[in-house]
């Protein structure tokens, strides 16, 4: 386990700081106490861990603006959090500041049917979104697997996707306008729901910033009509090339399906006894692929689905015939976390994403590192947009263990860049990933990246430390920026 | 011209504090603030450099004409789904042949400006994935990637759609690219504005496979893109009446040669697609499901704007004679808080302020 230290100094005392916000929230809203902290010391990356000073839970947007401008002037860093579910650890506290928890800011505004949008607070899970829409026929696309506890604000935070992505795109094309508030206690109005808003395309600047730039604190999100029908394609392959050439043939047929992913053995071997999906426990990989649309659209895409994954040598394929059968095909995949959290102590997600056509080699890749680390690994993966997510089992009771996992976990990402993707396709940088984001970009673009929040937070207090590494830090990690296979600045000296 | 010429000329105009044009095949300089600067014409960086149909992206330099990629992606089936103006009609013919092709990748990114396609397939924007951007001081900053999912780092490449060249020149891009629609097919209805506004809201809440809506003079077009099945069953629902070269009507509107838009001073009016009409005379066209309504004629710009604004929308003074636009701002000004932010941001990628000055915003 990992506790982290503070690379920033403490500005003001903790008894200051309390003082002060208990000027502007009521007791119910502050929690001071060792027990009352602990459970937010950590999201759902569980390896780093750290206790804040206090945890405020707003109920109001003024009470934000008062905790925001409290910790603005007595320079004290603010940590904002949803439901906790993120797996990158962007939501872990800073040991001298406080976690801003958006939890209270739960409920929906507005649904309306004829414009399909729906207003909610940040605090508001992203299932429940649907739940509401569903009586309009409507629903909010993006479905991370979390969605039954992770919130839009968090959403929003780390521009999570989902299953469906493919398709119907991330939380960026998804959300019309935020609310947001500075750290200096200022509300921004950000997109609008009408398109295109004047100036500056700050709604996409904002989506997966990492809770770095402000707080969100109203969410205008776009709802889709709910199709009709959907129905899975279950194919297995004996081989895992196979499976990703087959991936890439349904695409060049022009086809987009609603879904698109695929397991390999040990992910289906993990899951299968845990949710009984059916699913072929000889093949290497199986694919799901689901079309949705209209009756009609389903048929004619189900057939051209089936028509391509027999001649990419499928050696079974099996199209749910139900809408309970389509909803256990997926729920293997669906589940695949706790299940794999069934067979190992402790398991460590990765979400690299790669360009389709490497998977094959990303696997092999994967494999040697199994037997180099000494770790087993199971993975699923987004498979129609690239997004890798392999679960790396490990113990963090053996001495050593976690140590492992986490330098397995480097190695993959380091090599989804290599590959020509990117070390997080949906989870963010967070802490977890801080070093790899010196391997993803050179000086020039991280510079950028800390001059534009700057802009935003020219203190640096809204969640320090995560998402964009210093350049020192960098320089510490001592692993350079290859773009297309060339060292930037080859003549400059490092260290 | 190279990448490095782009620097140089960066480079050189930063030094020396020159204020700059970015320019591409010029078909859009009719929009936003009155053009200002030395041009650095940008038409001649230009080639698609990557594109792999199976992984669902194009990368080419920004002088490319949208017409050389457009016709790249219709080899395989192909298209850039948020149907972009080529504006080829803008160009006069003393220009070099790349002008004549119409717009060109760099421009169509810099203006942000969809086509029909527009609420079904998304933006500009969302279509972006990476950018390689020679910055106000001449530095030359890759964001993005080429892969579909990347939230590593704050979405630069996304940022700079829209920007109007005022945060850099886009020397290179990245987009995703989408299959053609297997089938598509137009209908007609004739209907009043209110009504058209009121079936659009209404159809755009169900499950069918609208791709583009256009309403003029009493007539509503509808496009249905997708399986056959499935245009064919939503045909048979709707009713309307089968239309005749819809596909050249579909790109008279994309390209704005149609009609509609032929009075100006033009005024593009986004909306909530639920506004109703706004009490302004003039409705030329409403498109992209009632978000989009264009007006036209002698329309008091205070009026029209405060009218948009109240219906939760923004009113773009769009085309019009330069007696006008050196008048009136071209952009629904900023709140103020707004307004600053977008300084200190244009200050980060543009300090000295010489990349297309006034462009977006006077102030900047």
């Known amino acids: 386990m990992c506790r982290m230290s503070s690379e920033s100094p403490v500005v003001a005392d903790r008894a200051t700081l309390l003082r002060r916000l208990r000027q502007v929230l009521p007791t119910h809203c502050l929690l001071v106490e060792d027990e009352d902290l602990r459970p937010y010391e950590c999201d759902g990356l569980t390896a780093y861990r750290e206790m804040p000073l206090a945890v405020c839970l707003p109920e109001n947007e003024g009470q934000v603006v008062d905790v925001l401008r409290t910790c603005h002037q007595l320079g004290v860093p603010v940590v904002a959090r949803g439901a906790g579910t993120g797996l990158s650890g962007g939501a872990m506290p800073h040991a001298a500041g406080v976690v801003l928890s958006l939890a209270r800011f739960n409920r929906i505004l507005a649904v309306d049917r004829d414009s399909r949008t729906a207003v909610v607070q940040p605090g508001v899970r992203n299932l429940a979104v649907s739940e509401a829409a569903a009586p309009y026929g409507l629903y909010y696309a993006p479905d991370p697997s979390s969605q039954i506890a992770c919130t839009i604000g968090g959403n929003v935070a780390e521009n999570s996707g989902g299953v469906h992505c493919l398709k119907y795109g991330l939380t960026v094309h998804n959300v019309l306008r935020i609310r947001m508030v500075s750290i200096e206690g200022e509300i921004f109005e950000i997109g609008s729901a009408a398109p295109d808003a004047p100036g500056y395309d700050l709604l996409a600047l904002c989506i997966g910033s990492e809770g770095l730039l402000g707080v969100v604190t109203e969410v205008t999100v776009k709802l889709v009509p709910k199709p009709e029908l959907a129905q899975v394609v279950m194919a297995s392959f004996d081989d895992v090339a196979k499976a990703g050439d087959a991936v890439a043939a349904i695409i060049a047929a022009g086809i987009i399906p609603a879904g698109l992913e695929m397991m390999d053995k040990p992910a289906t071997a993990a899951v299968e006894p845990f949710v009984k999906a059916g699913y072929d426990l000889d093949a290497a990989a199986i694919l799901l692929c689901e079309s949705d649309g209209t009756p009609e659209e389903v048929a004619e895409e189900i057939a051209r689905v089936r028509a391509v994954l027999t001649a990419s040598g499928a050696r079974d394929l099996r199209v749910s015939q139900s809408e309970a059968e389509r909803l256990r095909f997926w729920a293997g995949r669906k589940a695949a976390f706790p299940a794999v959290g069934r067979i190992t102590p402790d398991y460590y997600c990765m979400d690299g994403t790669i360009p389709r056509k490497r998977l094959a080699e990303m696997l092999a890749a994967i494999a040697a590192m199994e037997r180099k680390y000494g770790l087993r690994c199971a993975n699923v993966f987004h498979a129609g947009d690239g997004n890798l997510h392999p679960l790396i089992m490990y113990d963090m009771s053996l001495p050593g263990d976690w140590e492992k996992a986490e330098a397995f976990g480097a190695e993959i990402l380091e090599l989804s860049v290599a590959l020509g993707g990117s070390i997080t396709g949906e989870h963010g940088v967070g802490i977890e990933k801080i070093k790899q984001m010196c391997v993803q970009y050179a000086t020039p673009e991280l510079e950028t990246f800390h001059a534009v929040k700057a802009a935003f937070d020219d203190k640096r207090l809204l969640n320090p430390e995560k998402a964009v590494p210093s350049l020192h830090r960098c320089a510490e990690y001592g692993r350079m920026h290859v773009h297309r296979g060339e060292l930037k600045f080859p003549d400059l000296e490092r260290f | ?53 199976t992984e669902l992206y194009l990368t080419a330099k920004c002088g490319t004409p949208l017409a050389e990629i457009e016709a790249t992606l219709a080899e395989h089936g192909q298209m850039l789904a948020f149907e972009p103006p080529h504006f080829s009609a803008n160009l006069t013919v003393d220009r070099d042949i790349s002008a004549k092709t119409g717009a060109t990748l760099g421009g169509c990114l810099a203006a942000g400006l969809a086509g029909p396609r527009r609420m079904q397939a998304g933006a500009v924007r969302d279509f972006v994935l990476g950018v390689t951007l020679v910055d106000g001081r001449g530095q030359v900053l890759d964001f993005g990637g080429r892969v579909m999912k990347n939230v590593a780092g704050y979405d630069v490449s996304r940022l700079i759609a829209g920007s109007l060249g005022t945060l850099g020149a886009i020397a290179e891009a990245t987009l995703k690219v989408l299959p053609k629609p297997v089938a598509e097919t137009t209908l007609a209805f004739a209907c009043a504005a209110d009504e058209a506004v009121r079936r659009l809201n209404d159809w755009g809440a169900q499950p069918l496979p609208l791709s583009a809506a256009f309403w003029h003079d009493g007539r509503l077009l509808l496009r249905l893109s997708g399986a056959a099945a499935a245009v064919d069953a939503a045909r048979r629902r709707l009713g309307g009446e089968l239309t005749v070269d819809a596909e050249k009507t579909w790109i008279s509107v994309r390209e704005q040669t149609h009609p509609a838009f032929a009075a100006t001073p033009l005024w593009r009016v986004a909306l909530p697609s639920t506004a109703p009409a706004l009490a302004v005379d003039g409705l030329a066209a409403i498109e992209w499901g009632g978000a989009l309504r264009w007006y036209a004629g002698d329309i008091d710009a205070a009026t029209i704007r405060a009218a948009a604004t109240a219906a939760g929308g923004h009113a773009t003074l769009y085309r019009a004679p330069e007696s006008l636009r050196c008048r009136v701002d071209p952009f629904t000004p900023l709140a103020p808080a707004l307004l600053a932010l977008h300084r200190r941001l244009k200050k980060v990628f543009d300090p000295a302020g010489i990349l297309n000055p006034g462009r977006l915003y006077a102030e900047f």
Do not use: C, N, Q
């Open chain 2, 1 to 53: 011209m190279t990448r490095d010429e782009i620097v140089a000329a960066i480079r050189a105009a930063h030094a020396g504090r020159t204020p700059l044009r970015l320019r591409g095949a010029g078909s859009k300089d009719f929009y936003g603030g009155l053009l200002a600067g030395e041009v650095l014409d940008l038409s001649g960086h230009r080639g698609i450099v990557a594109y792999e149909p």
